[in-house]
């Protein structure tokens, strides 16, 4: 089955690369579409022509003979062998396919269970680049294109990644309510809360009981349009600069006559109201 395979910059400028035709590029690239993981595809040109070239005016079988000669396959036994193709592009063994070539097998290193591989290592810890998610309950898997070819990643990684990377998970529950409110907001949503000092942390507490959730969420919104911060802690200073929260008194008595606010009411100074006595209530 074809994948989808990537091409790195430097493969244009490879001093062995340019030496090759236009044509003998364009195929060698073609080529990895169609090999397995190990580098195999069969040695049918005419195949291969109608896959990768189907409507240029060339003989494939002379640009694999180009290719053979420049190093970059070889060929024998009525098969191909691509023998960078994991120079060139990063082979998730996860999905590592083989082909009907004699002796294209998956990596020694590799263990099937089920429809998944899994690399072995010592005593049953993970090694290498994996070994950053030891610890961590690995979710479904996550593939960009579906296609296996390992540019994507965990659920559980990429929803730490959006998160921002570590959280703490013993913040008080005032700051714990807060966080999810700037959550929700993907300008805040990567921020980290992990660092915070004890002394922060009661800060923000007061800062949360002076002004409330919503008017932190809104100055937060306000300062980060250009680069927001790394660390929730960044905020500290301007959520300490906002202005006294607004006092909201009870609500003004209304006249029972004219219905209107009792300072409005005087104010008027209406005439209907010369002859009657002012009443006035509290409004429900």
Excluded at 51 to 61: K, Q
Excluded at 178 to 187: F, N
């Amino acid at each position: 089955m074809p994948k989808i395979r990537g091409v790195k910059p430097d493969f244009w400028t490879d001093d062995a690369i340019v030496e090759l035709s236009a044509h003998a590029r364009l195929l060698y690239i073609g080529m990895w579409n169609y090999a397995c993981d190990n580098g195999h595809l069969e040695d049918r040109p005419r195949q291969i022509k109608m896959r990768v070239l189907p409507a240029d005016d060339v003989s494939v079988d002379d640009l694999l003979d180009e290719l053979t000669a420049g190093g970059r396959i070889h060929r024998e036994d009525g098969w191909l062998t691509v023998p960078n193709l994991a120079i060139h592009n990063r082979i998730d063994k996860r999905y590592f396919t083989t082909c009907n070539k004699p002796g294209c097998n998956k990596p020694a290193e590799v263990e099937i269970s089920g429809s998944r591989a899994e690399p072995r290592s010592p005593k049953g810890r993970t090694t290498g680049a994996r070994s950053a998610h030891a610890g961590r309950s690995l979710g479904p898997l996550v593939d960009g294109e579906g296609d296996g070819d390992g540019d994507g990643e965990t659920a559980a990684a990429a929803a730490e990644t959006r998160g921002g990377g570590s959280q703490a998970d013993d913040l008080p529950g005032d700051l714990a309510v807060l966080r999810t409110r700037m959550a929700h907001y993907s300008a805040l949503s990567a921020l980290r809360w992990d660092s915070l000092t004890a002394e922060q942390t009661r800060t923000i507490s007061d800062l949360i009981a002076r002004h409330g959730d919503q008017a932190l969420v809104d100055c937060a919104l306000r300062t980060c349009r250009v680069q927001p911060p790394t660390f929730v802690a960044a905020f500290i200073g301007t959520w300490k600069a906002l202005g006294a929260p607004k006092v909201v008194g009870p609500p003004e008595p209304r006249c029972t006559i004219c219905d209107r606010r009792e300072s409005a009411c005087k104010a008027a100074n209406d005439n209907a109201h010369e002859s009657v006595r002012h009443e006035f209530q509290e409004s429900a």
